[in-house]
């Protein structure tokens, strides 16, 4: 029987894989044992299962089920959640116990092969919890040297790996994986200024048939064995670098993209790509629309501000429209709260700067270019982005609208519009930027609220307790209280009320719900 304290000490792989699959499941598992787990190491295995038994992803419960495998099923240990409430296990019905009865039959092959080489095989399934917040946590809680990802799963890679100091693998065919070798401890998420190059670097993106033996400190079974991948140049958004946005040939693209194999997002007219440009993650969207596709190419080439995500370049043939830009290895800010340590990484004070520097990006579309002010029309937590050593960069202007040919910005200190229609079309971004410090101060995601299907809104909920200075109620509880933050969360939900009580009758600009977030005390009385 080994103790708590040996398997602290032991190392593991954890193998996530995509637990709806019908084919191809254990593919993961079998390049983990055959490539990476040594002897003596505990393989956790994360099965993802999605929503189980909901249609509304806000509606189901969270679900943790572990039980470990030697040769016949001995131990089945249930750590279930719902809310405030304990959910027991036969609630689950059916489809739990058949999805357990068929990870058990799949695995079981494994168990023999762990046996022989004294592996501990553990297996965990996970309903109603986003991929990446239970793999982190596994990797937190273990002594974890690879993290091994289903093909199916990864558009959370990025995330996944920012967040981790160990390998990690991702898997792209049968015994074919792209590797990620281990980096420096985790990034700080205070912001930083754009003109910094960050000593990080970016691995190049290879896969494992690409890839010459040279590790000796690997399982080899009759396959090539693992190289640490060279690290390129220091980390620096491309979109920062001298000679960049440019216009880029189509088969440029194709080369970026490998031949835009790997597709991450698909949408009515927008289709998105990743790709590696200059050993730097990029991705590559193909837009549909075509009035859109020249909207966005004309405000984006016209903007540039350390808190926007601008393009690299863009393509345009006869039946390709084409933007690229930096991918945003860190995420949203929508998928940060979402997860709980992300979350807890995301202190108040770091909360309360990306508060400042996404109010100072605003301020420049609505105030400062040149050529008369750009709204964006889509302000929220979840197009609110991180690179790796850069701040919170607002994105996505897929929706955004350039006032340019109507009555010029006058450039006043108090960012007022004499246009009207400019003036209500600038009070959407304030109200959007209002409740997404609600999003902040709470932690909750406004499209992903929990009573939202009862049709409480997050706004309906957070803004009685803004308007009865019932703060404390409404920040989240997975942060600490300290005095010094509670200043600035005040400072925000100041901001926020203002935000959301303001209508067009008496517009607010920008600058002033700024001054309010910084905590100018002059801005307060004034307003």
Not at 224 to 240: A, C, D, E, K, M
Not at 357 to 364: H, K, P, V
Request: proline share 5%; net charge negative.
């Amino acid at each position: 029987m080994v103790s708590e304290a040996e398997s602290m000490a032991r190392e593991s792989v954890i193998v996530v894989i995509d637990g709806k699959r019908s084919k191809g499941m254990v593919e993961p598992l079998d390049w983990a044992l055959k490539h990476v787990v040594r002897r003596k190491n505990i393989v956790i295995v994360v099965g993802i299962l999605g929503d189980m038994g909901k249609k509304n992803a806000t509606q189901c419960f969270p679900l943790n089920m572990r039980f470990n495998i030697s040769g016949i099923l001995e131990k089945l240990e249930f750590s279930i959640s719902s809310g405030h409430a304990e959910v027991k296990p036969r609630d689950l019905g059916e489809e739990i116990e058949r999805k357990r009865e068929q990870f058990q039959a799949i695995l079981q092959p494994f168990s023999k092969q762990c046996k022989r080489n004294e592996v501990k095989l553990e297996v965990k399934l996970a309903a109603g919890i986003c991929p990446e917040e239970i793999t982190l946590k596994e990797a937190e809680n273990a002594n974890t040297r690879w993290i091994v990802l289903d093909s199916h799963l990864k558009k959370y890679k990025m995330c996944i790996y920012w967040n981790v100091e160990c390998n990690v693998a991702v898997m792209k065919g049968k015994d074919v994986a792209t590797l990620m070798p281990s980096r420096a401890p985790k990034p700080d998420y205070s912001p930083v200024s754009s003109e910094q190059a960050d000593a990080q670097t970016w691995p190049d993106d290879r896969s494992l048939n690409d890839q010459e033996t040279g590790n000796q400190n690997v399982i080899e079974e009759g396959e090539s064995s693992i190289q640490q991948t060279p690290r390129g140049p220091s980390w620096y958004p491309l979109q920062f670098r001298p000679g960049f946005p440019r216009e880029f040939l189509f088969s440029e693209i194709e080369e970026i993209t490998n031949g835009f194999s790997d597709i991450i997002c698909q949408e009515e007219n927008l289709k998105v790509y990743e790709g590696v440009l200059q050993t730097t993650p990029v991705i590559v969207k193909s837009i549909q629309d075509d009035e859109q596709f020249w909207s966005m190419l004309t405000i984006l080439s016209r903007v540039r501000h350390r808190n926007i995500m601008n393009i690299v370049g863009y393509c345009c043939t006869a039946t390709n429209r084409l933007l690229i830009s930096d991918y945003p290895c860190l995420y949203s800010f929508a998928m940060k709260l979402q997860c709980d340590v992300s979350a807890i990484n995301l202190s108040w004070r770091a909360r309360w700067y990306t508060a400042i520097e996404i109010g100072g990006s605003l301020r420049y579309l609505h105030e400062e270019c040149p050529d008369g002010p750009i709204v964006h029309q889509s302000v929220c937590s979840s197009n609110i982005v991180y690179s790796h050593g850069c701040s919170p960069m607002l994105s996505n202007f897929m929706t955004a609208k350039w006032y340019k040919g109507d009555v010029p910005f006058n450039g006043n200190s108090t960012g007022k519009c004499p246009n009207l229609e400019e003036d209500k079309q600038l009070y959407v971004d304030i109200h959007d930027y209002g409740l997404f410090l609600v999003e902040l101060i709470s932690g909750k995601v406004a499209g992903c609220f929990p009573h939202e299907n009862e049709g409480q809104s997050l706004i309906d909920w957070a803004l009685p307790l803004l308007e009865s200075s019932s703060v404390t109620q409404l920040m989240d509880p997975r942060l600490a209280d300290k005095e010094d933050d509670l200043k600035v969360v005040h400072c925000m939900a100041r901001a926020a009320l203002l935000c959301l009580k303001n209508d067009s009758g008496h517009s607010i600009s920008i600058s002033e719900v700024l001054a309010v977030v910084r905590g100018d005390q002059r801005a307060v009385l004034q307003l």
